[in-house]
């Protein structure tokens, strides 16, 4: 069936199971493989779980193995650090005692007010309001009917296009918002940001190769600068600077309407050769 925002809120509402293991259940996919912005936000949403009254400050992630979207992943959690400032948690995603994923989250303390700090930031891009420009599929690749039934991990939000390049590094900046209400949870909204920035950050490596190929993540970084609210849009600014070997960069910044930088992206993909 086609998703909802609903829906994907239902998977990340992760069941525990211990005081560091979780469980959590997956959405249809092409092949049953499982996306991975999709158990990437699971498993920071566990980690979350084991630092509470800290913010997310970062979060990277390795994808090793597809799984099988029909049945539920297991989360464990490691403590590796609990400082004053900072907690460093690992999470490894398994399903039949096979790793599907190993992901590291950083979480800090809030900002003590009296520490002199030095901020700044690149600006927000000159770009339309998102209400001026027209919708769009929420992704390249569920661009269709039949593609929308079978991608459930990808319907949740809106967007809109602000402007494409073809060329490499094939710039692409989109507008973005959750398709419903978000419940007031920070480890939520931080969540759902890691899973879209995954999942659209794809788009400017396929755009430089003239569309969609087979291909696989191999790794995704979040650095988050502030705590993302969901109520509003959100501007991501995305290109492929670097492809080589079969590998290809990409990278991005999110932006809220007000100009503030949320929080800055890297993610690998792989382009295997035909076979």
Known sequence: MPSSLSAVLATLALDRITATSFA????????????????????????????????????????LRPGDARRPVNFEVVELQEGRTFSARRVTARQDGQVLL?????????ADPSAATVEYQPPLPA???????????PHAAADGAAAQMRLASLSWFE?????????????????WRPDGEVPDEPELAAALVAYLS??????????????????????????????????????????????????????????????????????EMYFPPPR
């Open 159 to 175: 967007r809109r296009i602000v402007d494409e390049d073809r060329l490499p590094p094939a710039r692409s900046r989109m507008w």
């Open 198 to 267: 995954a999942v659209t950050l794809t788009e400017p490596a396929f755009a430089a190769r003239g569309g969609l190929v087979p291909s696989a993540q191999r790794d995704h970084s979040v650095w988050f600068h502030g705590a993302p609210v969901l109520t509003d849009w959100l501007l991501y600014d995305r290109t492929s600077p670097s492809s080589a070997n079969a590998l290809a960069v990409a990278s991005g910044r999110m932006f809220n309407r007000n100009g503030d930088l949320v929080c800055t992206v890297t993610q």
């Open 24 to 63: 959590g259940e997956q959405l249809p996919a092409p092949a049953n493989h499982i996306l991975g912005g999709h158990i990437s936000a699971q498993s920071l949403l566990a980690a979350s779980r084991t630092a509470p009254g800290r913010g997310v400050h970062s979060v990277h992630t390795y994808f």
């Open 102 to 110: 190993e992901a590291m989250a950083s979480f800090k303390s809030a």
């Open 127 to 137: 770009v339309p309001e998102p209400e001026s420009l027209p919708p769009v599929p």
